[in-house]
């Protein structure tokens, strides 16, 4: 009887919080769902989750198998935010490894490190948008933050997404979630580190703190290298993390705006936008990475978490590009070479 009690509750409560986000995306149509999440005290997953048999469905923790099923709807679009940056890019989930509780995805135009082993639940949701319903597949940790989705484009088989989501649907659709609320730790966990392809060693080494600190850069002198490396179309290596994932993007970037606060690149098949506001600082780093020495940037938010890195192409014979050292070493910041 008391179960029954409690259900009632908390499908009370989802309702009311519900009636809320309405209320609220009423007076603020173009709201995100993270920060209507922010702004009604709750989590993102508590939020998402009030559409269960409504415009969300449950999925079953099986995520291996659901990130493989992920390869047959053709390209989409892979989305891996923090509280700073936000990393897009379009691709195709082709290839999976095992790598204890990591797993990495690589395709046409996509590397991913997923750690599966921080994900507490998962939907599929539907979505309206300013050109219609926007369908997509989201992950969040056991405090209910988003670690990771994946949104479908116009290519994509929304055929296949309709039938991954009908096998994946789990039993529980109750439009409730209850966040585990264990405490975030002070950076992603690389003890596995060893174990992985060379790509992943040699990204992770910073977010592991394997690392020297060169000195600092001002925003401002962040944006005018970006828009140097821009003209010159030189490949980069730009990655964001999450509590539950890693998302890389590798090329030149080319088409830079600014809407304050937001830093953007604006690439086909790829975007990324950065807060600035939430840059604490951008440090000049150097590491060790087999034979050879790196050399990039390393961006924190106001906790000091890891909000993302930037080098420059890396060849396992060569090493880094002779040009693009040239760049950091002549930073103004660089204490080291200047």
């Given amino acids: 009887m008391m179960l029954n009690a409690t259900a009632t509750q908390n499908a009370s409560a989802a309702y009311e919080l519900k009636l809320a986000w309405r209320d609220l995306l009423a007076d603020h149509p173009h709201l995100r769902p993270r920060d209507a999440a922010s702004s009604l005290g709750v989590s993102e997953a508590e939020l998402v989750a009030t559409g269960c048999g409504d415009n969300a469905v449950r999925l079953r923790p099986d995520w291996p198998a659901l990130i493989d099923a ?35 995805v690589s395709g046409h135009n996509l590397e991913l490190c997923l750690l599966t082993g921080r994900w507490h639940s998962g939907y599929a949701v539907t979505e309206q948008s300013r050109i219609g319903p926007r369908q997509s597949l989201q992950f969040f940790d056991a405090e209910g933050e988003a670690v990771h989705k994946i949104y479908l484009t116009e290519q994509s088989d929304a055929a296949r997404y309709r039938r991954l989501v009908a096998s994946f649907a789990a039993a529980d659709q109750s439009p409730t979630v209850e966040p585990l609320n264990i405490a975030r730790p002070a950076d992603i966990d690389w003890a596995t580190t060893e174990r992985l392809p060379e790509l992943w060693q040699r990204l992770s080494r910073p977010l592991a703190g394997r690392l020297q600190t060169l000195g600092f850069i001002s925003g401002q002198q962040f944006r005018e290298l970006l828009q140097q490396l821009a003209r010159l179309a030189m490949p980069l290596q730009i990655l964001v993390p999450s509590p539950g994932a890693l998302q890389l993007h590798t090329g030149p970037v080319q088409n830079l705006r600014i809407t304050e606060p937001w830093f953007n690149v604006l690439d086909q098949g790829f ?38 890195t930037v080098f420059g192409a890396y060849d396992p014979v060569d090493g880094e590009s002779l040009l693009w050292q040239e760049f950091i070493d002549a930073l103004p910041g660089n204490r080291i070479f200047n």
């Fill in 70 to 104: 992920v390869g047959g709807l053709g390209p989409v679009m892979a989305l891996t935010r923090n509280d700073v940056a936000v990393h897009e890019k379009t691709g195709r989930y082709e290839r999976l490894r095992l790598c204890g509780d990591l797993l990495l």
């Fill in 271 to 308: 975007n990324l936008h950065l807060n600035e506001k939430g840059v604490a600082e951008t440090a000049i780093i150097q590491l060790g990475h087999g034979r050879h020495t790196l050399r990039g940037l390393l961006l924190r938010d106001r906790l000091g978490y890891t909000a993302a």
